[in-house]
């Protein structure tokens, strides 16, 4: 999307804060070293997607969140620490690391994600003239995209949008779009033109996360309704 079509959107400025290419890194082998240096109210989930982020994966702390046969990357789970200032946010590395100091500091990120107060959830429109059904989204920033991981947060949304199960597209770092699951056809069909023409648009400047749509019920992710199509355009850019 071009920036003025982004300001019509509301989805804010082009370039998301504190981008992970900027992010500095750390080395933390077990769970005595991590209270020692690390504040662990900091520590928090960031979606990271193999193919279109430019950090080395070496020793990073991190989990698959979504894969698949032909998708255009997979999108892991790493943890990174926020202090609230670019130049001290950095990521965990994890050389070394024994399974129970990884599974405390993954614990600890999504407990911290839950109870971080995001950018709010708000209906979103993409012209000017009223949509027949509703598509929520927030802010670009850091941990937007995020909150699909966030139980709290989606719980939210299907408050908000009045329903048990919900579509998902987090199509690229810093956004996410929600709509009822269920929509008529003709309604769905609009909510992926979204999805799809924010992934393939290459004037974008926000990393490609998944071109994937996933089905959220109770808060959780459940299943995933996979983008064929879309993968293989994707390869073809």
């Not at 670009?140 to 139980?151: D, N, P």
């Not at 990393?207 to 109770?218: A, G, P, Q, R, T």
Request: aromatic share 8%; net charge negative; hydrophobic share 40%.
């Amino acid at each position: 999307m071009s920036s003025f079509i982004r300001k019509i959107l509301g989805l804010g400025p082009v370039e998301p804060m504190n981008v992970p290419k900027r992010y500095k890194s750390t080395v933390i082998q077990n769970r005595e070293e991590l209270k020692g240096n690390i504040n662990e109210s900091s520590i928090f989930p960031l979606l990271i997607s193999e193919r279109t982020n430019e950090i080395d994966f070496d020793d990073d702390l991190m989990t698959i969140f979504h894969e698949r046969e032909g998708v255009f990357g997979r999108i892991l789970i790493t943890s990174v620490v926020d202090s609230g200032e670019e130049k001290d946010v950095f990521y965990i590395k994890s050389a070394k690391m024994d399974q129970p100091t990884f599974d405390y500091i993954s614990d600890i990120a999504l407990k911290n994600l839950d109870n971080r107060q995001l950018q709010p959830w708000k209906f979103w429109n993409p012209s000017d003239s009223k949509l027949e059904f509703q598509i929520l989204s927030a802010d670009v920033s850091v941990f937007t995209s995020e909150r699909i991981l966030s139980k709290t947060h989606m719980l939210e949304a299907h408050k908000i949008l009045e329903s048990k199960s919900l579509v998902v597209s987090i199509p690229r770092r810093g956004l996410i779009f929600v709509c009822k699951k269920g929509l008529q056809p003709q309604f769905f069909n609009e909510f992926v033109a979204v999805h799809a023409a924010t992934l393939m648009d290459n004037k974008v400047d926000m990393d490609i996360l998944c071109e994937d749509l996933f089905i959220v019920e109770n808060g959780e992710v459940t299943a995933t309704l996979p983008a064929h199509n879309l993968s293989e355009a994707l390869f073809e850019m």
